[in-house]
């Protein structure tokens, strides 16, 4: 049958996430095996008043007449030699689409049939005794498939009528309650893997960020289906599912949207987490060799990296899998060869590095990147990488950063890095790259030991050709400093007037503008400029004598360490080191 793509063009609707190729309709149902060979036969499935679907088998005996009814006597004579009519006077071709239309009709409830809890009832009633009579006409036909076919066509379209409960998010509590979800999951398990690939399908719709449900009626629908089990056998599919076959390698791309439906509250994203099973296989599916990189490949990486973004406790439980030094093998491939510039490769790319990033936020996933020499690819693709450098930088940074990232930047130095981001440093860059690199500069000098061969080596880098990194320090700063003293300006302004209401509505709006403009660099500069002054007396004089130049004092930089200061909180142990570590710094600033 020709591909209603074909004969109707697409309504062009956005999304969120497309799966390519999309699925012709023809194929969305594949029937269960006919015959003991190594094929599955695909007859196409036929929706009729509610009750039955399916063509009839046909009967064990006059074969030569089972087939579509002869056209009337009265067009025999015809010209219709070549069959292009039917009985009722229409080509094959509008059949097919009349056909089409009539069974989706037939999934959709009538125009004007209310949709509420009386509606569930009844559809989750229907929906319940065709999950049973599919269960027993198998049981009891196991080897005869002919016999439970035209059930199996009834449960598809079954599971297909549930798509209308995402226009109706106040109704899934109750979808709950009657234990529709509970069997819903259960389909996953069933034997036909189409009709899990529909009941995962139905799921990821439910439970899409298109459907415009409050938290609490989120919540009852998805807690439901994480306590019947929905990621395990979520899991359970991804190892049955043959992605060489379209309709196989559509239902992981689905499975996929859920779990990632799934991540987007934080605490149901940590249970998926502990989920090692599937952590496993979605480590496994992102390192399969694969050229070019497919979808389903790249969404694997893609989940990967929006767990770690979510949950601390995730990222040391992939730190644990060995996922760093996995990770890292696969963006060693970009050392010098780019990706295709906007293809899946790419973001597959940045996904890899955005997920090592974050698990190297931790003191366990800094360990781990430095025993997997993660310290000295960074700096091969500094030197060799073209669409890998900003990235590698980015997570360079984040290694070299916060508790534990001693032994990152000790490694820096000893695997010959200074030279590399240095080197860097003194060339123009945008915003980014210079925040990453005077990023890396502050966790050295806050966290390298004092009086270390590693300290007294990055110290003199900022000492040597005549403090010429020091005075890009300088420099950086002004710039920074201006674009956030403008920012400043305006909000001056527009505090005028403002009750002290209005004001604090306004706070977080106005400190975005501020990091906006550069707020953040500008500390960070700030901090470095305060770490050389009590270090060096050669680097202080050097430093007064560039801010007299603008008839600025090192007041300028204790102001800007004490706003630190400020918005600290000492909670956390490593908020309360911060503040003294700050605070011994400005007193060297007097």
Not at 510 to 523: E, I, P, T
Request: include cysteine.
């Amino acid at each position: 049958m020709a591909s209603i793509e074909d004969i109707f063009k697409s309504s062009g609707l956005p999304s969120k996430r497309k799966l390519d190729p999309v699925r012709d309709p023809t194929e969305i149902y594949k029937s269960a095996k006919l015959s003991n060979g190594p094929s599955r036969s695909r007859p196409q499935a036929q929706v009729e008043d509610d009750l039955e679907a399916g063509p009839a088998p046909p009967p064990a005996e006059d074969e030569d007449d089972y087939g579509p009814a002869l056209p009337a006597d009265d067009d025999e004579d015809g010209d219709d030699e070549e069959g292009r009519f039917f009985g009722g006077g229409i080509t094959a071709q509008e059949k097919e689409i009349l056909d089409f239309m009539n069974d989706d009709d037939t999934n959709a409830a009538p125009a004007d049939e209310k949709i509420d809890l009386s509606w569930l009832k009844k559809t989750a009633l229907g929906f319940e005794k065709r999950i049973t009579r599919n269960a027993e006409l198998r049981a009891r036909h196991e080897d005869e498939p002919a016999k439970f076919i035209d059930s199996e066509a009834d449960l598809d379209a079954s599971i297909k009528a549930l798509s209308i409960l995402g226009e109706h998010p106040e109704l899934y509590a109750d979808f709950a309650k009657l234990g529709c979800v509970g069997s819903l999951v259960g389909l996953l398990a069933h034997e036909n893997t189409d009709i899990a690939i529909d009941a995962v399908e139905i799921v990821s719709e439910l439970t899409g960020e298109d459907v415009a449900a409050t938290e609490e009626q989120w919540s009852a629908l998805v807690d439901a289906l994480l306590e019947a089990d929905l990621l395990g056998l979520l899991v359970s599919n991804f190892g049955r599912l043959d992605e060489r076959q379209e309709a196989d390698r559509a239902g992981v791309y689905h499975a996929l949207n859920v779990v990632e439906n799934l991540c987007s509250r934080a605490d149901t994203a940590e249970k998926v987490g502990e989920d090692e099973a599937l952590l496993q296989w979605l480590l496994a599916r992102a390192a399969k060799n694969e050229r070019p990189v497919t979808q389903n490949k790249q969404y694997a990486a893609e989940i990967l990296a929006i767990l770690v973004q979510s949950s601390g406790a995730n990222r040391r439980r992939l730190a644990g899998l060995n996922a760093v030094d996995e990770m890292l093998q696969l963006v060693a491939a970009y050392r010098k060869r780019d990706p295709e510039k906007g293809g899946d490769e790419e973001e597959y790319m940045e996904n890899l590095f955005e997920a090592l990033a974050c698990i190297t936020d931790e003191p366990v996933g800094k360990t781990k990147f430095v025993e997997a020499e993660g310290v000295e690819l960074c700096l091969i693709m500094l030197k060799e990488g073209k669409l890998s450098k900003s990235a590698s930088l980015r997570l360079l940074d984040h290694a070299a950063g916060g508790s534990g990232g001693a032994d990152v930047c000790q490694k820096v130095v000893d695997a010959g890095g200074l030279k590399t981001i240095f080197t860097m440093f003194i060339k123009k860059h945008d915003n980014q790259t210079t925040e990453h690199l005077v990023g890396i500069f502050a966790s050295m000098l806050r966290l390298l030991p004092a009086d270390s061969a590693e300290r007294i080596r990055t110290l003199a880098k900022f000492v040597e050709k005549d403090y010429e990194k020091t005075e890009k320090l300088v420099k950086l700063r002004r710039e920074y400093g201006s674009r956030v003293g403008a920012v400043d300006e305006q909000i001056k302004d527009e505090q005028k007037g403002m009750d002290a209401e209005e004001k604090e509505e306004m706070v977080d709006d106005w400190f975005s503008r501020r990091l906006d403009a550069g707020l953040f660099c500008l500390q960070t500069i700030d901090v470095i400029l305060a770490w050389l002054i009590a270090e060096d007396d050669g680097a202080r004089k050097k430093i007064q004598a560039l801010l007299a130049d603008r008839d600025e004092t090192v007041d300028v930089i204790r102001t800007t360490i004490q706003e630190q200061i400020d918005g600290i909180d000492v909670d956390p142990d490593e908020g309360k080191d911060t503040r003294e570590m700050l605070s011994t710094l400005a007193q060297f600033l007097r």
